[in-house]
């Protein structure tokens, strides 16, 4: 139940969230430069790291999910041992990645 409600809620966020960061960064380059460098105050801020870093942790989560709802759409997984480990597996997954990213990104 939990893996199907975070991908839910990653999904949300990733639709809604996502969107308004995605159309504000837009808006910003097509602003100039001033524009821009208030867009990247704000995302460097530690208010905008945390949104980015939410944004990452939903697309990774919602990308581990997806897959493993792949998986179980051609037929393989249903075994219950399996299914629980894969259930355990997802949102550990979602946060490793994460962190990951942000490590190469921050370290890079």
Do not use: C, K
Not at 82 to 93: D, E, K
């Amino acid at each position: 139940m939990l893996v199907s409600i975070l991908h839910r809620v990653s999904g949300n966020g990733l639709a809604f969230a996502g969107l308004a960061v995605l159309v504000w960064w837009l808006a910003a380059l097509a602003g100039g430069e001033a524009s821009y460098d208030a867009f990247v105050g704000h995302a460097t801020a530690w208010y905008g790291r945390v949104v980015l870093v939410g944004l990452t942790w939903a697309f990774f989560n919602h990308l581990v999910s997806g897959v493993r709802h792949l998986v179980l759409d051609i037929g393989a997984g249903y075994e219950l041992e399996r299914n629980a480990f894969w259930s355990v597996l997802t949102p550990i997954a979602g946060v490793v990645l994460t962190v990951a990213f942000w490590a190469i990104v921050l370290l890079a």
